[in-house]
Every structure is written in C-alpha cells, then in structure tokens.
C-alpha cells in the first residue's frame, strides 16, 4: 500500500508556473504508476498526466499537452507536474493517483491509491 501527499498547490496569475508535488510512502515507489487528476468546482474529474513505472512514457489530456510535464524521482518518491502558461480554465483541486498496473496506465479508473488534492487556482 501506499500513500500519497500533494503539495505547491496555490494561487497564480494567467500565464504562470505552478510545480505541483506529490510524495509516496513506502519502498516500492518504482514500481507504481503515477498520475494526477483534477477536478473543477461543479465539473468532472478530468484525467490529466501520467507515467510509467520507470518514467519511460507519459500521457497528458490534450488541454495541457505542450505546457504541463509530468516527472518522477524514484529516489526520492515524488513525483512531479510541472505547469506553466497556466490558463483560469486550470483551475481545480489535483490529485495525485497511484496504480500497481504496470504499463500505460491511461486512465483514472486504473488508479486505486489517491491523495487529498491541492488547491491549484489561476487567476485571469
């Protein structure tokens, strides 16, 4: 099992960076798949980056594809997402997600372990 803590969540201008993190307890962080999910006041949750076991690969939703980096330091049991050029739009609590599946785990419904979400607004 493990368990996950998201942190740099917070409040930024249109056009800004945020670094989200998100750390795993546990020793066997390397082989689980990460990803983040957010989710929007009165929207659906939104499946939106994620990576493989070994950070090989990466999936991001179309809307921020060129502008948020997924990463991961299997040392330190983190993982990252990078934002920027930011947009009000990306405003919604992120969560971070863990799953035992190995592969492209491109999918929420994949993902069994979650965090409590970081509050990430932009403003116009």
């Known amino acids: 099992q493990v368990q996950l803590v998201e942190s740099g969540g917070g409040l930024v201008q249109a056009g800004g960076s945020l670094r989200l993190s998100c750390a795993a307890s546990g020793r066997t962080f390397s082989r689980y798949g990460m990803g983040w999910v957010r989710q929007a006041t009165g929207k659906v949750s939104e499946f939106v980056a994620a990576?493989?076991?070994?950070?090989?690969?990466?999936y991001y939703a179309d809307c921020v594809k060129s502008r948020f980096f997924i990463s991961r330091d299997n040392d330190k049991n983190t993982v990252y997402l990078q934002m920027n050029s930011m947009k009000p739009e990306d405003t919604a609590v992120y969560y971070c997600a863990a799953t035992q599946i190995e592969g492209r785990t491109w999918s929420a419904e994949l993902y069994n372990y979650w965090g409590q979400g970081t509050q990430v607004t932009v403003s116009s």
């Open positions: 990576i493989t076991w070994t950070g090989a690969n990466t």
